[in-house]
């Protein structure tokens, strides 16, 4: 008990010092810290993604749309997660692996991470403080502007080519 209570603690203290996601770092599904810093001045589409899940599919609208606009500004940010019917149950490893061979996937990748409950990672925290709460799937979608500010929420069932999602990037990247 009194772990958790550290845990949330820490949770607490970094989610009311964080401003933006840019005060955020993780790990890059390689373990090398991954400075969200790094993409100031960028348009950030982070998803938490899992490779067993009936939206995995989407993993190859997430790379179509990171093709098409990270000249523009965009950086699509997987981010590997196994909250949701144990649907990430592979190490980073596997889960790059996957990625790299059935998707081609070429956009950043995060080590995996919990997006929910106790043992959340502090980004999540936040994202989900600013908008929506609780994430609810895999394949949920924040998309950050370019002063890494949320400012759009996009749950499972909106596939990355969508009209909805694709205007919003579009609109953030003016």
Known sequence: MKKVLATLALMSASLFAANSVHDFTLKSIDGAPARLADYKGKVLLIVNVASKCGYTPQYAGLEALYRKYKDQGLVVIGVPANNFGGQ???TNEEIKEFCTRTYNVT?????KVSVKGADQ???YGYLTQQIG????????KFLVGKDGKVIGRFEPAVKPESQE???AIEKALR
């Not at 956009?107 to 080590?111: N, T, V, Y």
């Not at 709460?133 to 949920?140: E, I, L, S």
């Open 121 to 123: 990672t502090p980004l």
């Open 165 to 167: 999602l694709t205007s």
């Open 88 to 90: 990430e149950p592979g």
């Open 133 to 140: 709460g609780d994430v609810k799937w895999n394949f949920t």
């Open 107 to 111: 956009f950043p990748m995060l080590s």
